[in-house]
Nanobody, 122 residues
Framework: QLQLVESGGGSVPPGGSLRLSCTVS????????LGWFRQAPGKEREGVAC????????YYADDVKGRFTISRDGAVNTVYLQMNNLKPEDTAVYYCAEDSVGLCDQSDFGSWGQGTRVTVVS
C-alpha cells in the first residue's frame, strides 16, 4: 500500500510560478513511475506529466510542455512539478499518482493523493 501526499498549491496571478511536491510513503519499492494529473471544475481529469523512476524519462501533456517540469528525488521518494508561466486555464486540483508498471500509461496508475488546489487568477 502506498500513500501519496501533495503540497504546494495556492493562488497566483497569470505568469506566476508554483512548485508542487508529492511524497510517497508505505511500500515505496512498489512503484515504477509517478505522474501528475489535474481536474478543473466541470472537466474530466487529465494527465499533466509523468516521470519514470528508473531512468527519469519524462512525459508531458502538450499544453504544459515548455512551462512545466517534472522531477524526482529518489532519496526522499518525492516527485515535483515546477509550473512556470501559469495561465488561468491551469486552474485545477492537481493530483499525483503512482504507476506500478512504469510506462506512464494512464490505466496503470493505482494509488492517488488527495490533491492540491492551484488557482491562477488576476
Amino acid at each position: 500500500q502506498l500513500q501519496l501526499v501533495e503540497s504546494g498549491g495556492g493562488s497566483v496571478p497569470p505568469g506566476g510560478s508554483l512548485r508542487l511536491s508529492c511524497t510517497v510513503s508505505g511500500f515505496t519499492s512498489g512503484y515504477h513511475a509517478l505522474g501528475w494529473f489535474r481536474q478543473a471544475p466541470g472537466k474530466e481529469r487529465e494527465g499533466v506529466a509523468c516521470i519514470s523512476r528508473s531512468d527519469g524519462m519524462a512525459y508531458y501533456a502538450d499544453d504544459v510542455k515548455g512551462r512545466f517540469t517534472i522531477s524526482r528525488d529518489g532519496a526522499v521518494n518525492t516527485v515535483y512539478l515546477q509550473m512556470n508561466n501559469l495561465k488561468p486555464e491551469d486552474t485545477a486540483v492537481y493530483y499525483c499518482a503512482e504507476d506500478s508498471v512504469g510506462l506512464c500509461d494512464q490505466s496503470d496508475f493505482g494509488s492517488w493523493g488527495q490533491g492540491t488546489r492551484v488557482t491562477v487568477v488576476s
